[in-house]
Nanobody
Framework: EVQLVESGGGLVQAGGSLRLSCAASGFTFDDYAIGWFRQGPGKEREKVSCISSSDGSTYYTHSLKGRFTISSDNAKNTVYLQMNSLKPEDTAVYYC????????????????WGQGTQVTVSS
């Protein structure tokens, strides 16, 4: 059974930090790319950041680069998203997605998706 489970969301004051986790199981983690996406109330789903578990290459949405950092721990089959200097506009449900192809993940068409974790940033 393939599963992606997000955790680490919550309520945080503007300027604070959170670290999200995406725990994967049921497939060969080292051969896949993992991405983070988010969707705020009434908004389109937005790319956040992606990483290739095999070679560590990364992608960041330009506006978020410098505040958000993606990383992976292959021994734990887990991808993290460190979010710093959070702003109210970062409020959204954050999802992780996986596919064998990094380009497919970046395009938002990953084969597998998690259930999402809520991040709320207060002003």
């Amino acid at each position: 059974e393939v599963q992606l489970v997000e955790s680490g969301g919550g309520l945080v004051q503007a300027g604070g930090s959170l670290r999200l986790s995406c725990a994967a199981s049921g497939f060969t983690f080292d051969d896949y790319a993992i991405g983070w996406f988010r969707q705020g109330p009434g908004k389109e789903r937005e790319k956040v950041s992606c990483i290739s578990s095999s070679d560590g290459s990364t992608y960041y949405t330009h506006s978020l680069k410098g505040r958000f950092t993606i990383s992976s721990d292959n021994a734990k089959n887990t991808v993290y998203l460190q979010m710093n200097s959070l702003k109210p506009e970062d409020t959204a449900v954050y999802y992780c997605a996986a596919d064998w192809d990094l380009g497919t993940v970046i395009a938002g068409h990953g084969r597998y998706w998690g259930q999402g974790t809520q991040v709320t940033v207060s002003s």
